[in-house]
C-alpha cells in the first residue's frame, strides 16, 4: 500500500482458550480471504503441527488483510494482525508481537472474565 496512514498494525492478546485465534479468523472471514462459516473452525494462524494437535497457538503468526472502501470503511486500509499465544509458557511471543505492533486487540471471555494471563498481557502492552 502507498498510502502508511492507511496501514494498522495490531496485535490480539487475551487469556488461553478465550478467541484470539477464533477472531483473527473472523477477521480473515471479513476481508473475504475465508467463508464466514469457516471463522472459528478454520484457526488461520495455527499452520504447525503441534499447533494443530494442541488446539493452542504456540508461534506467534501474522496475517495481512486487505479491506476495500465501504459504506463502513471510507478508504481502502490494511490491517496487519498478529494473533499471539495465551499460554503463560509461550509469553515471551507475546511481548515479540507487541513490539512489532502499534497497539492491541484484547479479547476478554464473558463467562471467565479477566484471568491471570489476561492481566499479564496487559502489563506487557
Known sequence: MANPDKVRNLSVIAHVDHGKSTLTDSLFAGAGAIRM???GNRRVTDGRKDEELRCITIKSTGISLLFPQTDYLPQETVLNVIDSPGH????????????????AIVVVDCVEGVCVQTETVLRQA
Open 88 to 103: 503463560v509458557d509461550f509469553s515471551s511471543e507475546v511481548t515479540a508481537a507487541l513490539r512489532a505492533t502499534d497497539g
Open 37 to 39: 462459516d469457516q471463522a
